[in-house]
């Protein structure tokens, strides 16, 4: 029994356990076996009764007291003991000295306070030990008691009304400690229950403790009923053992369960069953008479359920509001998000009173959450978000579409687009010792520019990204600039290949769901990944006959020159990276990593499509050209193999339609070269 006890147990809770075991022991051997025939029926049951009562009223606070996260809980059920205690002295001491006692009297009253008092202790305690204990349950606890109470006194009444000659009074009491009993009994079973059936020893000498005092009850009752004797009998040691057993349970190191997910029907289940139940006896009621108690018990459990539904609806109402925000809302800086600004924008078109629209896209993000890690770069967002939404209140909405973008939304109100870009921007800048944040932008003017909320965002990012390429004050532009300058010194005729490939690489970047600096990686990627061919010499870059093994080795080496050239840059490391891996295959062939699937960059699997496709449909001096029909030929044939197929998809599907046979006006076959078979990313 003792095996569980917390070690750290007081010395002065020791003695008090020890001397109510003893009693105990003493009053069982007296009242059972009849042992100690001089010992006085007052000596035991009297004053060994209370004194049992008492150690383990006194061990339950002592237990409140000192354990800080279940103070409430023990206290509480110290508090019953000790109400049952100061009855049972009451009725020993005074009441049983008297010659006609009126029943129920003060005793019943305070051993009755123990039902409440150890029914909120124990709830207490499954909030305590049973984590995200829903509140909820307290009231299916009490729809339980009242559906409980309806049946107990539909089936006990007529024999306690007998026993007790119809007494109202009398009747109600000895309903209640019957009732009482099952209530507690089935809680703490509901309790067990929460806690995946693995409730620890503590619950378990709980369950234990009442459904003894639960037999104890019934035998008392059943005797009182029967005219069997009720003073001096071995169910007064039943009740001590159930006191004791409350008190050991107090001193049991308390465990953490694993809770049941309360949510769904699960939420139902409890409310709903209780109500079959009180709807059942009103339905019987009608065909058999039903004592006033049970109606009353029944109409009150029905009353509840309805509160619980109620209480039920509200947290539902309040959990879709909770959802529609958030699906609204940008987790990192409490922005609106995409679906907000889009829902915003058709409003604000449909209401044709003059907005901006701006969209901003930060320069130096991704350096700075590189440099700092992520957490400061989430800190820094919902820093500039912040500065944002307030910069364009209170008329003006701020918007975070994800990544490093955001927008706003402002009523113009005489003011022009330039005003509302202008604080915008200034929001948007921040600048340390080690970093500096500004931001590209573009603008549109609502409704006279733009008639649907797609259109506004389409041609919005359009002249973010414009500006952003204009831009030559960054390290990244420099670089570009003077590595694409080299590169058309050495092969004029590449300058337009590779604007070519990197606005086709843009449009097949966005229907793939990329944005932000991560866009751009992209596009600057696609203008230098041929960078790596000015090591090449001219004699093989341009041979019209078949290349040796060693050159064709020669030219795969060019992704890897062409990384090393533009890692050389700090700033050029993520378009080195797409660079390396600009020339594998969806299928593992390719170089020089012979990467596989997924294993390729995103980026780099865009920029081979885009490659392929503009070399395709682009004539050179040693063959010719194929027509954009066969260029998507050969690109769906090569899917799987060479390609992504979901890229080659989106690029035939979303990036084809929107520069049809451009590639074919731009790009003339050259007459009298004989045509050869092409493949898609050569050499």
């Known amino acids: 029994m003792f095996a569980g006890l917390n070690s750290p147990m007081p010395r002065a809770v020791r003695l008090l356990l020890f001397t109510a075991l003893a009693a105990l022991l003493v009053h069982v051997a007296h009242t059972v076996f009849g042992a100690g025939g001089a010992l006085s029926h007052t000596f035991v049951d009297d004053w060994l009764y209370t004194l049992v009562l008492a150690a383990c009223a006194l061990m339950c606070f002592a237990r409140g007291f000192g354990a800080r996260g279940e103070r409430a809980a023990w206290i509480l059920i110290g508090t019953g003991i000790a109400a049952w205690t100061v009855g049972d002295a009451y009725w020993a001491f005074h009441l049983s000295q008297k010659e006609e006692i009126a029943y129920p009297s003060l005793a019943d009253a305070a051993r009755l306070m123990l039902f409440p008092a ?155 069953f209780f109500a079959v139940v009180a709807v059942g006896l009103q339905v019987y009621s009608q065909f058999a008479p039903v004592n006033r108690f049970a109606a009353g018990f029944a109409t009150a459990t029905l009353g509840l359920v309805i509160v619980r539904m109620a209480l039920l609806f509200s947290d539902h109402l309040t959990l879709m509001a909770v959802s529609r925000r958030e699906s609204r809302s940008d987790p990192v800086t409490g922005l609106g998000n995409r679906r907000r600004m889009m829902l915003d924008l058709e409003e604000t078109i449909e209401g044709g009173r003059p907005h901006a629209f701006a969209l901003f896209d930060l320069d130096g993000f991704k350096a700075y959450n590189d440099s700092f890690g992520h957490p400061a770069g989430d800190a820094l967002l919902s820093r500039l978000g912040e500065n944002l939404a307030a910069a364009v209140q209170p008329s003006g909405s701020a918007y975070r579409l994800g990544g490093d973008e955001f927008c706003v939304l402002a009523p113009l109100d005489g003011g022009s687009g330039d005003s509302v870009v202008a604080v915008g921007s200034a929001a948007l800048s921040d600048a340390g010792r080690a970093f500096s944040i500004s931001s590209s932008n573009g603008s549109v003017l609502l409704p006279e520019e733009a008639d649907d909320a797609s259109t506004a965002l389409l041609l919005a990012d359009r002249r973010m990204y414009g500006q952003k390429r204009l831009r030559s004050h960054s390290a990244e532009r420099q670089t570009r600039n003077v590595l694409l300058r080299i590169l058309r010194e050495r092969e004029p005729d590449l300058n337009e290949h590779l604007r070519s490939v990197a606005s086709l690489a843009v449009l097949l970047a966005r229907h793939a769901g990329m944005e932000g600096e991560e866009l751009d990686v992209v596009a600057r990627a696609a203008e230098l990944h041929d960078v790596g061919k000015i090591a090449i010499p001219e004699r093989v870059l341009h041979k019209r006959a078949a290349l040796t093994a060693v050159e064709r080795e020669l030219i795969r080496k060019h992704t890897l020159i ?122």
């Open 562 to 683: 062409g990384e090393r050239i533009l890692a050389a840059a700090p700033a050029m490391v993520p378009v080195a990276r797409l660079v390396r891996a600009s020339h594998e295959r969806w299928d593992g062939d390719g170089y020089p990593d012979r990467l596989r699937g997924d294993e390729i960059p995103i980026g780099a699997r865009i920029i081979a499509v885009c490659d392929a496709f503009d070399a395709m449909v682009s004539s050179k001096p040693y063959r010719r050209n194929l027509d954009s029909s066969q260029a998507l030929s050969e690109l769906q044939r090569c899917s799987g193999t060479q390609f992504d197929p979901r890229l080659v998809e989106l690029f035939c599907e979303q990036v084809y339609p929107q520069v049809g046979d451009w590639a074919g006006e731009r790009h003339q076959s050259t007459p009298g070269v004989q045509a050869q078979a092409h493949a898609p990313v050569g050499e």
């Open 118 to 272: 150890v029914y909120a202790g124990i709830a207490l305690l499954v909030r305590a030990r049973v984590p995200r204990f829903h509140a909820s349950l307290w009231l299916d606890g009490a729809i339980g008691a009242l559906a409980i109470a309806a049946v107990g006194a539909a089936i006990l009444y007529r024999a306690i009304e007998r026993a007790t000659e119809g007494n109202v009074e009398a009747v109600a009491a000895n309903v209640a400690y019957p009732l009482g009993d099952m209530l507690l009994v089935g809680f703490v079973m509901g309790a067990v229950a929460l806690t995946g059936w693995r409730p620890g020893r503590g619950f378990v000498l709980i369950a234990l403790g009442l459904s003894v005092n639960a037999i104890a009850n019934g035998i008392y009752l059943y005797r009182d009923a029967t005219g069997g004797a009720l003073e001096h009998s071995p169910v007064d040691s039943l009740w001590l053992l159930s006191a004791l057993l409350l008190a050991l349970a107090a001193w049991i190191p308390p465990t953490r369960s694993r809770a049941l997910r309360l949510e769904g029907r699960r939420l139902l289940a409890i409310p709903s």
